[in-house]
């Protein structure tokens, strides 16, 4: 998933309740009179419509246009849901010989086994995100219930974080930490 | 198990610690900053409902384009029934109740779905403040019950501990083995004092309103 995703999600949601709206205040409006010169009587598929439709040679040629087009957005929509802005390789500067690429997997896990040596740390689970040229890192951290905040905190957006710039040689490295806690929370059975 | 103690903390005072209310530009590079983008994070993607209406323009542009583009090479793929529903439309006026009905119904959804595109969602994460440039924390919200369900299990006099985290509130209940109201209510003023430093500790981007009740159970 990716924050793209998300914004398209909610632009794609607007559209088409803007698109509802509009045809359900129409039909309302019609059916109400409201819409001067369009009497609320008149059947919804009016014969003279009818007749446009089956003799104007554009007509059925544009409408298939037009399905075709809402069917190629509307299944790019369905397949972006699974996008993710996960690298699975990073570019490794090697020089003019050539590019040298490393997977990602190999930062990662050294960036899992250094955060899982923080304070109050249990597991750590790391994915590289973002750009090749520019990656971010994403951490998810299950901590102990009785884990040190400020202490973790530094030891990871610190230690861990600094450690995998300076191994990346990145002057910028955006980082979203996620924190959850070992046990159920709230109905832990060693406190109830 | 009788008497209910209430103990409602307010939000802190302002002036006081360090997180209060939205900081100002300068403030909030101090605290990590840019909590617009934090913010955003941890919001819901809104994947379900995306999902739903792209599957449903799938399968209803599909059906149409079928059709179309069978009867546009003389073929007869009736598959949307386009005759019936014709005639039908013919036959049916703005006017007519059902027609009205639709039209309503069709508003009501869309308006359905522009509210949930414009209203944020209630995360699944909560944000902390994180002194770092470029680095966005959260705790899940059974994360945040957790913590609170710790620092109040920790009290004395506290023998039962259930925590709930909803919205900007922490509630917590919990069971003591004291009778007297009066010492049943200075644990849930211990209780909120603990949860409330629980919560200062974490340093969540946005305050948490605490809220203890105390049940006596002996």
Avoid: Y
């Avoid at chain 1, 909610?10 to 009179?33: E, H, Q, T």
């Avoid at chain 2, 103690?5 to 006081?16: A, D, F, I, K, L």
Wanted: aromatic share 2%; with cysteine; charged share 25%.
């Amino acid at each position: 998933m990716n924050r793209r995703t998300a914004r398209g999600n909610r632009l794609g949601l607007i559209i088409v309740g803007v698109l509802l709206i509009a045809a359900g205040a129409f039909a309302l409006g019609r059916g109400f009179g409201v819409i001067p010169r369009l009497p609320g009587g008149a059947p919804v598929l009016s014969a003279p419509e009818r007749r446009m439709a089956n003799t104007a040679d554009w007509f059925w040629p544009v409408a298939a246009i037009v399905a075709i087009v809402v069917l190629l957005i509307a299944v790019r929509w369905l397949f972006v849901q699974g996008r993710s802005s996960k690298i699975a390789n990073l570019r490794v500067d090697g020089g003019s010989a050539g590019r040298t690429r490393m997977p990602a997997r190999v930062v990662t896990r050294a960036v899992e086994q250094d955060a899982a040596e923080a304070a109050g740390v249990l597991r750590a689970r790391a994915t590289l995100i973002g750009s090749r040229a520019r990656p971010g890192l994403r951490l998810d951290v299950t901590a102990d219930e009785r884990a040190d905040w400020p202490r973790m905190r530094t030891d990871i957006t610190g230690r861990v974080r600094h450690d995998l710039r300076d191994c990346l040689e990145l002057d910028r490295l955006p980082t979203v930490v996620r924190v959850r806690m070992a046990t159920a929370g709230g109905r832990n059975p060693d406190l109830v | 198990m009788t008497t209910v103690e209430q103990n409602t903390g307010v939000p802190r005072q302002p002036g006081e610690p360090r997180h209060r209310a939205e900081p100002s530009a300068g403030a909030s590079r101090a605290t990590g900053g840019r909590p617009r983008v934090r913010r955003r994070v941890f919001r819901p993607r809104r994947m379900v409902p995306a999902m739903i209406v792209a599957a449903v323009l799938v399968v209803v542009s599909a059906l149409a384009a079928a059709g179309i583009i069978a009867a546009l090479a003389g073929r007869r793929l009736d598959i949307l029934h386009a005759d019936a529903a014709t005639r039908w439309l013919a036959g049916l006026s703005w006017s007519d109740p059902v027609a009205k009905v639709i039209g309503a119904v069709v508003v009501l959804v869309g308006l359905l779905l522009v509210v949930t595109a414009i209203v944020p969602g209630r995360p699944r994460v909560v944000a902390l403040n994180c002194a770092e440039p470029d680095v966005v924390a959260g705790i899940t919200r059974r994360g945040l019950r957790c913590v609170a369900a710790v620092a109040a299990a920790d009290v004395d006099g506290v023998d039962r501990v259930r925590a709930k985290a909803r919205g900007r509130r922490v509630r917590v209940k919990v069971n003591t083995p004291l009778r007297d109201s009066a010492d049943a209510s200075a644990v849930a003023g211990r209780t909120r004092k603990a949860v409330e430093q629980a919560m200062d500790d974490l340093d969540l981007a946005r305050p948490v309103r605490v809220a203890v009740r105390v049940r006596r159970s002996g």
